[in-house]
C-alpha cells in the first residue's frame, strides 16, 4: 500500500489505543507522547512497505514495542505521573468477558477481586517484569492473539503463550500477597 495519503484515514483512528499502551510502558505521559509520535513517524515512512489486507493495528502494536524497546527501555525510569483513569480495564482477563449480574454464577476468587482498587491491580501489574507485563498488557488489556502479539514483539508463539502463562501466576500472587497484607485473602483463599 504504497498511498502516504492514506495513512491518516487508516492509522490516526488507533492512536489513542497506542498512547495507552505508550503509557502503559513508559509509565510516563511525556514520554508516552514522545513515543507515539515516534512510532508515528517510523509507521509513516514505512507505511509504503505496509501490506494491504494485513492487520494494520498489530503492525503499529510492533513498531510501537520496537521503539520502546529500543528507546526508552535502556532509559533509567522517570518517577510515574501517569493517571490511574485507565485503570478500570486492567482487572484480570475473566472480568472483561463477564455481563454476570453481581453474586450470580461468580466465584468467590472474582468476587475478592473485585475488592482490590484499581490502585492495587496497576501498582501488580506495575511490578511484574517487562517481557510479562507487555505480554498480559497485549493478551488481557488489549485484546490480542497470541499470534499477533508474537509478531508485534517478534518472538515465537510458545514463548508468548509463556510469558502471558506467568505474567498471569505473578500477577494472582503479587494479587494475593496484596490481599493478605489487606486481610481481603484469608487462609482458605491463599489454598487456591
Avoid at 144 to 154: D, L, W
Wanted: glycine share 6%; hydrophobic share 40%; no cysteine.
Amino acid at each position: 500500500m504504497a498511498d502516504q495519503a492514506v495513512f491518516s484515514d487508516l492509522a490516526m483512528e488507533y492512536m489513542p489505543a497506542l498512547y495507552t499502551a505508550a503509557l502503559r510502558m513508559t509509565r510516563n505521559a511525556a514520554d508516552a507522547e514522545d513515543l507515539v509520535q515516534e512510532t508515528y513517524l517510523k509507521a509513516y515512512r514505512a507505511f509504503a512497505s505496509f501490506e494491504s489486507g494485513t492487520n494494520l493495528k498489530a503492525w503499529l502494536y510492533r513498531i510501537l514495542t520496537n521503539t520502546y524497546i529500543n528507546t526508552y527501555r535502556a532509559k533509567k525510569r522517570r518517577p510515574e505521573i501517569a493517571d490511574v483513569e485507565d485503570v478500570e480495564d486492567l482487572y484480570l482477563y475473566r472480568h472483561l468477558s463477564g455481563d454476570q449480574a453481581p453474586g450470580m454464577g461468580r466465584s468467590a476468587e472474582d468476587e475478592a477481586l473485585e475488592r482490590f482498587t484499581d490502585t492495587d491491580v496497576k501498582a501488580a501489574i506495575e511490578a511484574l517484569p517487562d517481557t510479562f507485563r507487555m505480554a498480559v498488557l497485549l493478551a488481557d488489556v488489549e485484546g490480542f492473539s497470541y499470534k499477533e502479539i508474537a509478531e508485534i514483539t517478534e518472538v515465537p508463539i510458545g514463548t508468548v503463550m509463556s510469558r502471558i502463562h506467568r505474567g498471569r501466576k505473578a500477577l494472582q500472587k503479587a494479587l494475593v500477597d496484596r490481599g493478605r497484607t489487606r486481610g481481603l485473602v484469608g487462609a482458605t483463599d491463599e489454598a487456591r
